[in-house]
Structures are given as C-alpha cells and as structure tokens.
C-alpha cells in the first residue's frame, strides 16, 4: 500500500529539533573550560591567538578552533590566551601580568575612522564568561606587543609594565598563530606574512608553532552538548535520505534530488551544508566527491547519495546507494551486499579500547574476498582498484573532524565500506555515524534503510511529487 508522511510527522521532526535546540546548548562555562584545558597545554610563557577568517561569500562562517574556544559566530572577532608568565617588574616591584585571556570583539555602531587614527571610542561592553573584552579595533597593537617579546605590555586600566620574555627557542616569544600563507613564492606575501617579515626585519625574535593543532585534540571527544547538536544535524540527514529514497524515479536530474534533500534540511533549521551535496547517478556514482548533480537518471542506475547538513555548527554525515528503479538487479545486489557486510562488520567491532587500524583490517578482508567472489579480482592485494578512499573519519564541528586511532567513549566517527566499477558504471557507498559508548556504540543514522529489502520498501513509498513543480517538461 502507498502512505505519504503526514503533517504530524513533520511536526514531530519539528518538536524533537526544538527541544534538542535548549539541551544542545553550549553554556560559557563549558567554553571557559574548554580554554583552561587549552592554557594547560601551553608552554611557560607563550601566547596562543585565534583570529576570524576573512569573510569569504555572502555567509560567514567562524574559524572552527575559535568557535570551539568561545561559542561566537560573528566576524573580527579574536582571542589571545597566555601561558604561565614570568614575573612582570615596574621599578622592581612585581605587578599583575596580563589576564590570562583576551577576547577582541568589534561592538555594535562602532564608527569607522581614517586610516592611521587612533581606534573610535566604544560604550563599554561585556561576553558571560570572559574576563577582559576589548575592542577588535586594539587587537593589532596587541599582536604587536606580543612578538615584540614582551616590551610594554598593556593592562587592564591601561597600565603598562615590563615582562620577561615568552621562552622560546631563539630567546623571544613563543607564538600559537596560524596565518596566511602565499601558495607560490611569485606571489605577493599575504598581509601576515608582511607583519612577520616587518618584526623580523626590526630585529625581533620569535618562534610560530600551529595555534589549531593545540585544539584539535581536545575536540577528539565530544562533550554531552556537542553529542545532542550531532544527533540533531543526524535526525535532519536522515530525514532528508529517506525523502530522497521515497521520492526517487528514473528519468529525474540528480540536482532534483539534491533539492528534495537540501529542502528537507532547511525546513528543519539547517541553515548550511556540512558538504556539498553528493548525488552520483549510473557513471557518476564512481566519482568520490561529484556534486554537479546535472545528469538525468535511466532505467537501471543506482545512485549514490552522500549528504550531510549542519545544526548549530555541528555537521552530519550519511550516504546510501538506491536503485532508481525501485530494485537492484542480481549483480547490483551481489556488489552491495560486500559493501552491506563490511559495513556491518566494521560498526559490530565499534567499542572503547578498539583501534581504527584493526577495524580496517576487518573491511579489507572482507571488501577483498567479495571481489574476489565477483570475479572483479584474483588476489585481495589488488582491492584498491575497486576500493579507493578510506573506510572512517571524525564527525564534529567540521565534516572531516579530528580522527581516532584508538576509540573511547565520545568520539564520533563514519564508517564508509564502497566499491567503485569503472566497466560497470556501478558505484557502492554504505556510509553510518556512529558514537563510540561506555558499552560499545549508538548508530546515529539507523534509521534510515540500508538492507536491500529495506531500501527497497522504503522506495515503494510516496515521497514528494516532484513533477508537480516542473515547469517546463523535459
């Protein structure tokens, strides 16, 4: 029997999604911590600064470490965190040092002034949560400051006092900054690389280590608030693959289903993609990251669908491979299922204490045997002409987030076996979210259909019509 999905459950998606936005909430005392835990880390002495990207198209997006640290979407935002300091001396008397954290932020109705002019005054403003706000118009002659090694460092009030210097290497400050680099040495140096030669040229020492990669391990495993804010942008993902599935017919463009999918996401508050939607048809399911999505499906393809969309800043992840039919032939079967088994081996050894490489090893051996079976291959050593990118990546606040080698409870990680056959145009991804446990594991898209019957089902339901909205006929 054919069934449509209802208006109640569009308002139960609706309902869940508004209830998670209050338990998804990341407090100020969670990013403090998560700053704290970033300062411990820290050598003696040095300073760790995050800036906002520039603003690139017509919607910003924050940088993913500073965002982590402080929970702030707007632009010209920044943060400067110190390790331990030495001592600061005025007439040899020890004064306060700087505080330990710093957030720049540009206020609201801040007048632009000339080039070269002192910064415009600003009302005084506050962020729950941190000790010291200043204006992003300051945050220069801070930056300066810092690489000069600890000369005249400025100070709540705005006194002045002299420091010793952050213990470096080469004898000047140690500095966590991650800036912009020329991509060749032909082109002109980028305005950081400017700065950093101007300090140099004067004389300055200091030393520059990555500032994210004293981050991105702490953003390894996920608290209980980031955890809800995946399993939300998870629960609108998956909604979205089984609309596509339902609606899917021979004979529609794959940018067809690419708006059935990116229509569900936004009527569910997603306001951007974790990823170009990936929607492969027939020669174009071999192609790992297509996401034209121009050509118009036939009679007999599979699809590979790859979605993902972002809920508060956190992204999803999910792919399913359908048949546009409605069912996969003996052969599409028999591919499908070796990626279906490796699939499920691969999230049945998910738990605590398990290594990425042993989980691996397993979808080799059985990705290598099935090819074997179908008489793709002789010898399992030549899997990768059939099986070309890796089995797992993190899932966090950015798709391919930091990665595990060893799994514990709070890493999210996918699983995602495939089979690509040039000779055949059939490609094959079965691609799950799954959160590592206390006991073992929780697959955050299960529901959505992945059993041949299943999907198959699935497809022999009403999704949207979506002929009803064409106008012109092709």
Known sequence: MTRTPGPLAAFGILALIAASAIAAAQTPEEYQKRREAVRAKMEAGSVLILRSPAPAGERFRQDDAL????????????????????PLLLNGVAIPGPPPETLFVMPP???RTAAGAPPAPVPPFERRGFELVRSSQELQAVLDDILMGGG??????????????????????LVYLDYQRSRRLSDPLTTDEQWLKNARDRGLSFTIRPAAALVSELRRVKSPSEIENVRMAMAITSAA???AIRAATPGMYEYQLQSII???FSMNGAKRLAFPTIVGSGPNGII???????????????????????YNRYAADITRTIPISGTFTPRQKAIYETVLRANEAAIAMIAPGVTVRDINAKVNEILGQGLIALGLITDVKDLRKY??????????????????????????????????????????????TVLVTTTGHEVL????????????????????DYARYLVIKK
Do not use: F
């Open 67 to 86: 965002y982590y640290l402080t929970g702030i979407e707007e632009p010209n935002t920044a943060l400067v965190l110190r390790g331990p300091q030495a």
């Open 109 to 111: 109705g801040v007048p």
């Open 152 to 173: 005249m460092r400025m100070m709540p009030g705005g006194a002045t006092g002299r420091g010793g210097a952050a213990g470096a290497p080469g004898g000047g400050p």
């Open 241 to 243: 693959q089984r609309e």
């Open 262 to 264: 990116e229509h569900v």
């Open 288 to 310: 790992l990251h297509w996401s034209e999505n121009s050509r118009q499906t036939r009679p007999g393809d599979i699809v590979v669908m790859d979605i993902g969309a972002e």
């Open 387 to 432: 099986y070309t990118h890796g089995l797992s990546h993190g899932v966090g606040l950015a798709v391919h987030d930091v990665n595990s080698a060893v799994l514990e409870p709070g890493v999210i990680l996918t699983i995602e076996p495939g089979l690509y056959v040039p000779e055949e145009n059939t490609g094959v991804r079965i691609e799950d």
């Open 445 to 464: 898209s299960a529901s959505v259909p992945k059993k041949v019957a299943e999907v198959e089902a699935l497809m022999r339901e009403g999704g949207i």
